[in-house]
């Protein structure tokens, strides 16, 4: 690992530092960075220069300190919690459609580029949310299965846009409780897990088409699950164009 630079405070360093091992992917969203103590016998620098930098990337969205764990890696650039910011004061129909444009070109360009171990990573995926036993794990196995689908679309920047507005998350919100009746809460999704499992059928299988259609179709109807409206393409307030 190379030393750092002199002329330029070593905060600062070392953030920039540690924002680069992030964008080349040494360190994954959702993976734990080393501790202040193992950076600073890395880096060579004192630890108020570590914990300095890492305050930085979590103000910029990059990192978030969890209490008792340690500092997690959320965001690969700045784009992402950029996006997160803005869709704050966006309307949540405007950031459904988002979403939805993104799932379904994702979907596309999965069914056209995606690797043997990608096309294996996305059936397990499916797999674990069959097999969840309560809120919470359905609710991780969901975002893990649309995090692997923006993985197999082969579109780094299609995936971070995707994180930046919040994921699927929203549309979860109500699932992620311990005590939650999964049973028959299951019932009542099984529209949405039939179109998950076509989704994945429409990639395996080749077919762009199906599986763009096979994410509309779940979009529209995790939204309409959680009461946010998206409207049709022929929706227009304005009227018909007039030529």
Known sequence: MPRLAPHVPLAEQVAEQL???IADGEFEVGSR????HQLTEELGVSRNSVR????????A??????????????????????????IEREAASDTAEVRLILEREAARLAARRATVQQRRALSAALDARAQAADGPAYVAADMRFHEV??????????????????????????????????EATVRA??????????????????????ASAAAERLVRLANERTGVTLRDDHDHTDGPARA
């Open 52 to 59: 300095e930098a890492l305050r930085s990337l979590v103000h």
């Open 149 to 182: 689908l923006m993985d197999a679309s082969g579109n780094e920047l299609l995936a971070e846009l995707y994180r930046g507005i919040g994921g699927n998350e929203d549309a979860l919100l109500d699932l992620d409780d311990p005590a939650l009746d999964l």
């Open 33 to 36: 960075l080393p501790t202040e």
């Open 61 to 86: 969205g990059l990192l978030r300190a969890k209490a008792g764990y340690g500092t997690v890696v959320v965001a690969t650039s700045d784009l992402a919690p950029a996006l997160a910011r803005r």
């Open 189 to 210: 999704l099984a529209p949405i897990d039939d179109a998950h499992r076509e989704l994945v059928d429409a990639v395996l299988a080749g077919d762009p088409e199906a």
């Open 19 to 21: 924002r680069q091992r």
